[in-house]
Structures are given as C-alpha cells and as structure tokens.
C-alpha cells in the first residue's frame, strides 16, 4: 500500500480510481478493463504530478526527503557496487548500526562507501536508531577513511539522517568530539571524497560525512543546521510554523546550490526518488562515476588543496551579502587613534630602541655644550 503526503490528496484519488480500473475482474468475474479510460487517467496522474511537484515549498520538500518509502543508503550501496564487505566497531566502544561502513568495487575501481541508514520498517527503523550516529559510528568511519587514504581509495558517503544522537549515554562517550574528528579527517584526507545526501541532511551529524570536495544532492532533499520544527520551537515556540522556518533556512538543494554550499543537483524522478528508485539509481551512477573522473589526473595534494579552499570560500561569495547595498560596507573602519595604537604595539621594541638612542643623543648634546 502506497504512502501518501498531504499534499498528494488528488493524486492519490486518481490513482486508486485507477488501480479500479485496472483489477480485471467486475464482481460478476467477466474481464472488462476500459483501457481508453486507464490511459486517460495515467495522463491525468502525471500532469498532476508535475503540477504538484514543480511547486513543492519548502516545508513540502522537507516531507518528501522523510517520505518512509524513499530509497535509503542500504539500497543505493546494494545497486550501485558489488562486492560490498561492511566493516564494523569502532575498536574503543561498540558497533553502530546506523551507519554502514565497508570497501566494495565501483566498476572496476576500489571505493570506501559510507551510508547512514535509518532503515525501511519498524524493527529495522529501531535497529538502525532512525539514522542518528552514535560516536561509535563517527569513530569506526574515521578508523575506516584512515585506512581508505593510506591505500589511496576513495570515499563516498551517503548522507541521511535528522542529526546525531543526542542521548545521554552518546554525551558521555563524546558525540561532538566525535563529529569534529570526523570532519577533521574529511578535511585532512588526500583521497577524493565525494558525498551525496539522498534525503535528510540534519546538522552536524550530517556535515560529519559531508566535508566532501564535492557534494551532490538529490533534487528534493533538504540540508540544513537543523529541522524546520525546531528552528519554529526556538524563534517563535510554535512548531506549526515549520513552513516560515523552512523558508528561512534556505534547506533546499537549488538554495543551497545559489549560495555554493553543494556542486551539483542529481534530478529524481517527477512524484519523487520514491516513485522510481531505478531511474534515480542510473542518475547516481552516472554523476558519481563523472565527478570521481574529474580527480584522475590530481595528485593528493592538489586534492586535499581542492577540498581546503573549496570550504574556504565558503560565505565569501556575493549571494551571501546581497542583504549589504554596498560590501565595501562590511569592511572595518580604521580609527586614526586606534591605527597608531595598532602600529605603535606592533613596533614596540624598535621604538624603545630608537628612543633610547635619541635620549644617549640628547645626554651627549647636553654635556658638550
């Protein structure tokens, strides 16, 4: 049974009318399927879905990113590599299964794959811990990237969660320590990251696997510092007003894609990745296998130095100003009097030195006169 989102209300009673339609049988058990009928209504349910889909809003977007029959990492690791070998622990704590680590083959080249995972019913939702990485998990993809760069590998992560642990037990054990290290090696590695976010990008817990050189994001995605509802419950303590919240937040991947924060939109199927996981599967494929092309000829320097200013120039584009009539507004202005502070602290032992000279000066004209 088909999963459907408020704003999908006429979809989804054009398509039962036509799953009617389509049963073969009436109740006497004679066949008759109207198939002028069924074609009509098949028209009518991609207009509609056209319609809807090229005017989702924000809030609407952030619903199509959660939608619980979205193709999650597990799926994209199992139809995009073969040979998949999942490494697990950290070496210090635990396994964390809300993330999947391990190396597999990407054509015929070696590839570290990276996916969190939240799982596709119940019992694996509550296996997986929805999604949210513990430090142990953040721990066992740094262990893991480590030895993908000593090897010279690359890496590619799937991001998707609503944000790390926030448990008292994943406190205690260091989960922002945790995170920091694990952007800390994205950063430092001088293998090619690439890294997709194929639903939620949800704060630090995201940014943890996406400090990639270059960062894809499947059209109807959203990434962002935090979710909607609790960005309404700070500002306005109303978590109704998610939508003035989503808009704020520019979380969707063509805002992020104006302001620079990721490279390039994977395009999804018209409805959603939902509606046809194998097209979105052959898009991926075919941008990851491009965007790893682009590093062939770089050498692991110009590849860490690739990934380093890339983030560097992050925030120093104009979209992120434009709020400024004039940049040159941004700029400090010089005080006379604090300049000569400035310049006299900068100075200070020459001065004293010319000081001094100019005082055994003044003495030694004092005394021959």
Not at 105 to 134: A, P, T, Y
Not at 154 to 175: C, K, L, N
Not at 192 to 220: D, F, Q, R, T
Not at 240 to 267: F, P, Y
């Amino acid at each position: 049974m088909k999963n459907y989102l408020e704003f999908e209300h006429n979809i989804k009673i054009l398509e039962e009318e036509l799953n009617k339609l389509k049963d073969p049988f009436n109740k006497e058990g004679i066949s008759e399927v109207d198939t002028k009928k069924i074609s009509q209504i098949e028209s009518e349910i991609n207009s509609k879905l056209k319609e809807t889909y090229a005017n989702l809003n924000e809030w609407q977007k952030t619903q199509v990113a959660r939608h619980e029959e979205r193709p999650k990492a597990k799926f994209f690791i199992d139809n995009l590599f073969t040979d998949f070998i999942n490494l697990s622990g950290d070496r210090r704590f635990a396994e964390d299964e809300s993330v999947l680590v391990g190396f597999a083959l990407f054509g015929s080249n070696s590839v570290l794959v990276i996916g969190q995972e939240k799982g596709d019913n119940l019992d694996s939702r509550l296996k997986r811990n929805f999604g949210m990485m513990k430090p142990e998990g953040y721990r066992k993809c740094i262990r893991l990237m480590k030895l993908a760069d000593k090897y010279n590998i690359p890496v590619i992560s799937f991001v998707d969660t609503p944000g790390a642990y926030p448990g008292i037990g994943a406190e205690q054990r260091g989960q922002a320590e945790a995170i920091a290290s694990s952007i800390e090696c994205c950063m430092s590695l001088r293998v090619p990251i690439i890294s997709i976010i194929i639903g939620e990008g949800g704060s630090g817990g995201a940014i943890a696997l996406a400090s990639a050189n270059k960062v894809l994001m499947l059209e109807n995605a959203i990434y962002s510092v935090i979710s909607p509802e609790g960005c309404a419950s700070i500002l306005w303590r109303d978590p109704s007003k998610s939508l003035e919240a989503a808009k704020a937040m520019k979380l969707t991947a063509n805002e992020l894609l104006k302001i620079h924060i990721i490279d390039e939109i994977i395009q999804e199927p018209i409805g959603g990745a939902h509606r046809d996981k194998e097209q979105v599967i052959s898009s991926t494929k075919v941008t990851l296998m491009r965007r790893l092309e682009e590093f062939k000829n770089y050498t692991r320097e110009e590849i860490f130095e690739q990934r380093r200013k890339k983030f560097l120039d992050v925030g120093r584009q104009k979209s992120f100003t434009s709020f400024a009539k004039n940049l040159s507004s941004l700029v400090k202005k010089d005080n006379f009097f604090i300049t000569i502070k400035e310049n006299c602290l900068k100075y200070k032992n020459k001065l004293i030195i010319v000081f001094l000279l100019l005082l055994v000066m003044g003495l030694f004209l004092l005394n021959s006169l």
